[in-house]
Structures are given as C-alpha cells and as structure tokens.
C-alpha cells in the first residue's frame, strides 16, 4: 500500500469540502426559489457593486456566454439591473435592485446556518487559524498562476 502524503491528503479534503459545501448550498438555496449560482452572482455584487459583467465573469470563474444568461435571468426576475459604463460604451456595470436586498437577506441568514452546520464541534479559535492559514494558501497559488503565461496570451483566467 502507498503511504498518504500529507500534502495530497490536503489536497483531498478541501476539494471534498468544497464540492460538499456547493451540494449543501445548491439545498439550501432551492428553498428559498433561488440557485447558487444565482446566489454567488448576488452576494459578489453585494460587495462589488458596479463591477463589469466580465470581472464579475473572472471572479465567478464562469464562461461570458453562461454568465450572460444568469444575468439576464436576475435582470428579469428584477434583482440585478445593467447600466452603461460611462468610460466604456462596449461594457455594462452590474447593479443590485431594491428588490435584491430581502432574498440577500435570506441567503445571508441561510449561509451562516449552512456554515454553522459545517463547522459544528470547531472552536472559533481553529476556524480563525483556517481561515489565516487558507488565506496564505489562497495567496500562494494567486502567485503560482500568475507566474505562468499572462492570461491574455494563453487564454488562461485570474484568479484573486
């Protein structure tokens, strides 16, 4: 039998934990009539406002073309509007609706229960070293792929 390294044991777990959190998510969210994709789209604004739909495209890691119809579902449902930028006529700014702020509200309430459930028998005190030690982590491969070929040549996305 292979001996586990520590680093892909890691590894493992947080792509386990990510994956379960986004099945956990997609739950919670259905209950309220919302998606989490469309949940991620409004808390980015939330605390982004006014960013371009591909910024919000690179922060989502998402495809323009699938972003596009997310906001135009959110823009029909009266949640998001676009606006024109007024440095770029190409280019549209996101912004949330009066409309957006009580689903937000709900979704907000609904993740601290998800995480509160997730983190259930962690002391505050380890989810703040996680939370410093992810961030190093988090730092470490922002660096790592932006030392590779700039995106623009290569097609490749950034990540922050």
């Not at 586990?4 to 956990?24: K, Q």
């Not at 699938?66 to 135009?72: F, N, S």
């Amino acid at each position: 039998m292979l001996s586990r390294s520590l680093n892909r044991e890691f590894a493992f777990i947080i792509n386990d934990v990510a994956r379960m959190l986004r099945t956990f998510a997609d739950h919670k969210a259905r209950q309220l009539g919302a998606t989490r994709a469309q949940w991620a789209v409004l808390a980015r604004l939330d605390r982004f406002e006014g960013l371009k739909q591909s910024e919000l495209a690179e922060m989502l890691d998402l495809q323009p073309i699938t972003l596009t119809r997310l906001l135009d579902r959110l823009c029909d449902s009266g949640m998001i509007e676009r606006r024109a930028d007024p440095n770029d006529r190409r280019a549209k700014r996101l912004f949330l609706t009066p409309a957006a702020r009580p689903l937000l509200e709900q979704l907000g309430d609904l993740g601290e229960t998800l995480m509160t459930t997730a983190l259930a028998g962690v002391d505050r005190e380890s989810v703040e070293r996680m939370v410093a030690q992810l961030a190093i982590v988090k730092e470490n491969l922002r660096k790592a792929i932006q030392q590779r070929t700039p995106p623009a040549a290569s097609g490749e996305r950034r990540y922050g």
